[in-house]
């Protein structure tokens, strides 16, 4: 029997497509972190830190589960 070669044109588009939205998110990201997510020092209260605890839980069970740490480790 033989094998049929598979196309995988259409995920691979989807693949950069998706890889693509990634990169935009991220070079998004580190512009707001390199304006300190747009606070001034003077004005930072807990709330502020909240909401940055907030995205750090996020980001950490993306990179958690991307390299295979914390509740994603094998």
Do not use: C, Q
Request: hydrophobic share 40%; charged share 30%.
């Amino acid at each position: 029997m033989t094998r049929r070669a598979t196309d995988n044109t259409k995920a691979l588009d989807a693949f950069i497509a998706a890889k693509t939205e990634i990169d935009a998110m991220l070079e998004r990201l580190a512009a707001l972190s390199a304006e300190h997510f747009e606070t001034h020092p003077d004005e930072i209260n807990w709330g502020h830190v909240g909401t940055l605890n907030h995205y750090r839980a996020k980001l950490r069970e993306i990179t958690d589960s991307a390299f295979k740490e914390g509740e994603y480790a094998e």
